[in-house]
T-cell receptor
Framework: GAVVSQHPSWVICKSGTSVKIECRSLDFQATTMFWYRQFPKQSLMLMATSNEGSKATYEQGVEKDKFLINHASLTLSTLTVTSAHPEDSSFYIC???????????FGPGTRLTVT | AQSVTQLGSHVSVSEGALVLLRCNYSSSVPPYLFWYVQYPNQGLQLLLKYTSAATLVKGINGFEAEFKKSETSFHLTKPSAHMSDAAEYFCAVSGGSNYKLTFGKGTLLTVNP
């Protein structure tokens, strides 16, 4: 099956710093990628839809200036958590939308811990 | 608008027993429905999906689900549980082909030897 990778798989950063997470579709092109956030023992919450070559679409309640999304190529989307705080600690998962055949593939996730 | 309700945050079965994980949905348009499995600290793996074709959908690892429009349900079943089935299971809905997924809260399946 198709493969989506995320890097890093885990990261620890200090409060106030910024962290960039990469999401790559390794064997197909994805004009659309999605970013999710998952708190411990909870479901995935969609944060934003990342569209190649255009601005991301953020879900209600998600701060676009805090969670910067860039989808500069058909195989790479990045999520930058700016001025991170301990409450941003979470598991971040991306997915890439393949068109033919149509299916959404998930990355393995990135565990962010802000100290 | 769409939503998913998974009944039972935790289901425990014995190895070899029937697995039944419940999912009810609401959608303002004909839905696409999905079941995903998540192992600890990993991403999601698609088990099966319903996209308006056959109402009984067979997936990987012996799982299947039946779309019942009248009951707005898409329950996941497996005839005989295996220890390796222990994981978190998520039901998800999208409004047709836009593939923007709304997830249920998840059901943790434990399998007892």
């Amino acid at each position: 099956g198709a493969v989506v990778s995320q890097h890093p798989s885990w990261v620890i950063c200090k409060s106030g710093t910024s962290v960039k997470i990469e999401c790559r579709s390794l064997d197909f092109q994805a004009t659309t990628m999605f970013w999710y956030r998952q708190f411990p023992k909870q479901s995935l919450m969609l944060m934003a839809t990342s569209n190649e070559g255009s601005k991301a679409t953020y879900e209600q309640g998600v701060e676009k200036d805090k969670f910067l999304i860039n989808h500069a190529s058909l195989t790479l989307s990045t999520l930058t958590v700016t001025s991170a705080h301990p409450e941003d600690s979470s598991f971040y998962i991306c997915s890439a939308d393949r068109q033919d055949p149509r299916e959404q593939y998930f990355g393995p996730g990135t565990r962010l811990t802000v100290t | 608008a769409q939503s998913v309700t998974q009944l039972g945050s935790h289901v425990s079965v014995s190895e070899g027993a029937l697995v039944l994980l419940r999912c009810n949905y609401s959608s303002s348009v004909p839905p696409y429905l999905f079941w995903y499995v998540q192992y600890p600290n990993q991403g999601l793996q698609l088990l099966l999906k319903y996209t308006s074709a056959a109402t009984l959908v067979k997936g990987i690892n012996g799982f299947e689900a039946e779309f019942k429009k009248s009951e707005t349900s898409f329950h996941l079943t497996k005839p005989s549980a295996h220890m390796s089935d222990a994981a978190e299971y998520f039901c998800a809905v999208s409004g047709g082909s836009n593939y923007k997924l709304t997830f249920g809260k998840g059901t943790l399946l434990t399998v007892n030897p």
